[in-house]
């Protein structure tokens, strides 16, 4: 049975489609379209669907729309209640939404109710060999509540038969915070915390004041913080109450009045601004930590797993990890809205076709590889045909190695494209960490902000030589800090908080990735590159052949290895 994921109620625009317990194929629309997270969060854009997402998971499978038998949104117009989602925020006076979104309540909803026939009519027409003569969409249409679609996407591609499962994100229909457990083939939810209380919200608000694009650049905010200190963290803690009952409320404030107007976009950056971003981040952790202590005593549970835009904080999950009641801990690589789709797919697949005393129904997600891939023919063809300078190579890996031996930095574009925010060996800028002005050299060549971090992605089995307890981390997600007696041979990517945000890789999640870095391990010793995504400042990651060539052209990277092949400037 096919079924097919979509989110789009708000952003990061998703498709994944599955089949009977298997992933076949998932990816973010922005990648296409090449407008970052798809679309923004806003009323007026509901209507949009990821159609380029929804093709290429059809063309993976080799089937149209007509074949797929079963279409799960990740978003349950009908769970909204009476108090809605832009006029509430207004109504409880908590976000900073503007006036202009009074009255878009219906037609948000009105758009997510249309969405069936938006799907079958409203296709663009460039993409009408897989769309098009859809049948009886209505009829296979199932709309999959927004929090159980992030925990189904946490849970069922986890590497636990059981698991207690915590979702976090800005708002679904009304919850913010789901509490569930996990077993097998079942997951239910044992509590949620709804609007207006959300930490997600909490977090883009603050976003907002320190001059960065709210429901985007979260991330920017968590680096930001640990050049500061927690000298506004009382501020925090007077309108963050959190219960013993797993309930928490955040009182409304206007950040303003504490600290005066707020950063504006091109400002520069004083003490103030890290602190607060510092003080934020601890506010933060302190309370997740006490939702999991409470979430761990209601299911006994030896695992967490964690899904929801918040679970892409992977500092917040490194306090979990190292301080929460959980043995192991596992995130959710597309933790945000995009990974609904997947979810959603995954709930209702489990539901349809898995029966709770059967064994497990879904594998574990060992990898993100789950978008387009280009063949060396295709690419041959496009790069003769665009007059391009390319040559092949004999030894991809061991070709490579030496160029970044030679302190440069390469542009890789292999196999299937990552699912999710994070570049992983698929679409990836790489270079040495061994020289500490990598890091600057990295953020200008990106046109990146100068505290910016850049991350490492170290070989599997060599990781606990050179980052603190450093477990599998395959996606990204938990910072280690890195070992006192290492720092020296790879400072490009220790943070200024000693830590870094590690990828682990082992030689079945992405053979040639792997088989690079043993390759440089052994020309300097390291067995450690720095790895940031392939793109340029405000574009997403490239996807196609041409995506890479457009940006390695426009960009001052050393060399492309593109499949066999290398560009060189
Ligand atoms: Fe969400």
Known sequence: MYI?????????TAAALVKDGKIIAAAEEERFTHIKHGKRPVPFSTWELPFHAIDYCLKTAGITLQDVDRIAYSFDPESVSEASVYESQLDDDVLTAPDVYQGWDTLFLNYIRKAPEQLRDGYPHHLQKRLADAGDITGKWVYVNHHNAHAASAFFPSPF???????LDGRGEKATTGYFIGKGNSLVQIDSVDMPHSLGMLYEKITTYLGFLHSSDEYKVMALASYGQPVYLEDFRSVIHVGDDGQYTIDDFDPVQWWGTGRKKDDPFEQLHHDIA??????????VLKLTYWLHEQTGAENLCLAGGVALNCVMNAVI????????????PAAGDSGTALGAAQWLDVLLNSTEDQARYTAPMEHVFWGPEYTDQ???????????PYKRLTNIARETAAILAQDKIIAWHQGRMEFGPRSLGARSILASPIHPEMQARLNDIKDREDFR??????????????????????FMLFVYPVKEDRAGRIPAV?????????????RAQHPLYYDLISEFKALTGVPVLVNTSFNTRGEPIVCSPRDAIECFWTSPFDALIINSFILEK
């Open 378 to 388: 295709e690419i041959e063809k496009f790069m003769i045909w665009a007059k391009m």
């Open 4 to 12: 097919l994921g979509i989110n789009a109620a708000f952003h990061d």
């Open 161 to 167: 038969q059981e698991a207690a499962v915590l979702t």
């Open 453 to 474: 971090p850049v991350a490492p992605v170290v070989l599997e089995d060599d990781a606990p030589e050179w980052f603190e307890d450093a477990g599998v981390s395959p």
């Open 321 to 332: 990890r190292d301080q929460g009641p959980f043995k192991n801990v596992w995130v959710q």
């Open 494 to 506: 220790r943070h200024t908080d000693g830590t870094a945000r590690v990828q682990t890789v082992n």
């Open 278 to 287: 510092h003080s934020l981040q601890k506010a933060l952790e302190e309370t």
